[in-house]
């Protein structure tokens, strides 16, 4: 694993299931990895992060020019 957070509870969906994006947000630093966090420099970089920021429903200001699309939560589905 990337990282590891500690939890009191694992956040349920209404079916009892886990909620996956629930999770990702107790420990999101906007980080990948534990690199330092480096706003997107130029227009190819920016409009990338844009388009994760939608794709991957964050917010913008946690999508830094080293963040890593596996691990905010991106798939290759």
Known sequence: PSRFVRVDAIPLT??????KRALAELGDTGLSGGD??????????KRLAVIWAEVLD??????GRNADFFNLGGHSL
């Open 14 to 19: 209404a079916n009892g299931k886990v909620d």
């Open 58 to 63: 964050r917010d913008l200001k946690a999508i």
């Open 36 to 45: 330092p966090y480096e706003a997107p420099v130029g227009d190819t970089e």
